[in-house]
């Protein structure tokens, strides 16, 4: 069986202050686990949840990822622009039209996200995170769709999108120009297995797919530690981990 999307991953400078915002900002529910593991849970177990791992290294530019959150409504759309402004956020300007009808915000550790204008066909039905958009060439694009095994569901002009056969958030990457990579990602996957699966042989496909496996590790994507989950690079250098069966995520742990 292929590997499962079990989070998105922040490495935060401080976890418990940005996962209180995203679970303020999101309507979900925060959960920490005894060592001070801390996630938030989608409100439907089909869905991915979000992780808070502690980082000191600085943020470099802008991120290759971030949310689209979705607008039923202009007014509603205030309303989560409102409240992620009194949880912490603020307006960031990364070079957007006054034109366009998004507007783009950042959490307080600095990530950027945006809040989309109401009547996004593209974004229809998919949920409150429209979509993680990531900068990204279509040979990542097409990596992910093996790798979830999530239908394209845009592929156009170098320009790719994924969507779980069960809907919820599309995964996007916007195709060329790719800004160069600096450092490590702030926002990556961590995938997870069922119990029963075969964790080496779940390796060898994603290497065959064009991972590159660089080490084992626990903690934040780029710790070092036991072999509880393999670290890996996607075709872009995107970092991303795999859970080992058995010795899964310490929060919200709903792989079958």
Same mark, same amino acid.
């Given at each position: 069986?292929?590997s499962?999307?079990?989070?998105?991953?922040?490495?935060?400078?401080?976890?418990?202050?940005l /996962?209180?915002?995203?679970?303020?900002?999101?309507?979900?529910?925060?959960?920490?686990?005894?060592?001070?593991?801390? /996630?938030?849970?989608?409100?439907?177990?089909?869905?991915?949840?979000?992780?808070?791992?502690?980082?000191?290294?600085?943020?470099?530019?802008?991120?290759?990822?971030?949310?689209?959150?979705?607008s039923?409504?202009?007014?509603?759309?205030?309303?989560?622009?409102?409240r992620?402004?009194?949880?912490?956020?603020?307006h960031?300007?990364?070079?957007?039209?006054?034109?366009?009808?998004?507007?783009?915000?950042a959490?307080?550790?600095?990530?950027?996200?945006?809040?989309?204008?109401?009547?996004?066909?593209?974004l229809?039905?998919?949920?409150?995170?429209g979509?993680?958009?990531?900068?990204?060439?279509?040979e990542?694009?097409?990596?992910w769709?093996?790798?979830?095994?999530?239908?394209l569901?845009?592929?156009?002009?170098?320009?790719?999108?994924?969507?779980?056969?069960?809907?919820?958030?599309?995964?996007?990457?916007?195709?060329?120009?790719?800004?160069?990579?600096?450092?490590?990602?702030?926002?990556?996957?961590?995938?997870?297995?069922? /119990?029963?699966?075969?964790?080496?042989?779940?390796?060898?496909?994603?290497?065959?797919?064009?991972?590159?496996?660089?080490?084992?590790?626990?903690?934040?994507?780029?710790?070092e530690?036991?072999?509880?989950?393999a670290?890996?690079?996607?075709?872009?250098g995107?970092?991303?981990?795999?859970?080992?069966p058995?010795?899964?995520?310490?929060?919200?742990?709903?792989?079958?």
């Amino acid at each position: 069986m292929a590997s499962q999307l079990f989070a998105i991953c922040f490495n935060a400078t401080r976890p418990s202050d940005l /996962a209180r915002f995203w679970s303020g900002v999101l309507g979900w529910e925060s959960a920490e686990s005894p060592d001070g593991d801390i /996630a938030i849970l989608p409100p439907d177990a089909a869905g991915f949840r979000i992780r808070f791992l502690p980082s000191q290294e600085p943020k470099i530019g802008q991120n290759r990822a971030h949310f689209d959150l979705t607008s039923t409504s202009p007014e509603d759309q205030r309303r989560t622009v409102v409240r992620a402004l009194e949880f912490g956020g603020k307006h960031i300007d990364v070079g957007q039209l006054p034109e366009e009808g998004h507007v783009v915000l950042a959490d307080p550790d600095g990530n950027e996200f945006c809040v989309i204008e109401a009547g996004n066909k593209f974004l229809a039905d998919t949920g409150l995170i429209g979509a993680l958009a990531c900068d990204g060439t279509q040979e990542v694009g097409y990596f992910w769709s093996e790798t979830l095994r999530w239908p394209l569901v845009w592929d156009q002009d170098e320009e790719t999108a994924i969507q779980s056969p069960s809907g919820g958030t599309k995964i996007t990457w916007g195709g060329p120009p790719v800004a160069p990579k600096t450092g490590t990602n702030r926002l990556y996957f961590e995938l997870a297995l069922p /119990a029963d699966a075969d964790w080496d042989a779940e390796i060898d496909r994603l290497i065959s797919l064009g991972a590159t496996h660089t080490g084992t590790g626990t903690g934040t994507c780029t710790g070092e530690g036991d072999s509880g989950r393999a670290l890996m690079l996607d075709p872009d250098g995107n970092e991303f981990s795999v859970q080992r069966p058995g010795s899964g995520p310490a929060v919200g742990d709903r792989v079958s």
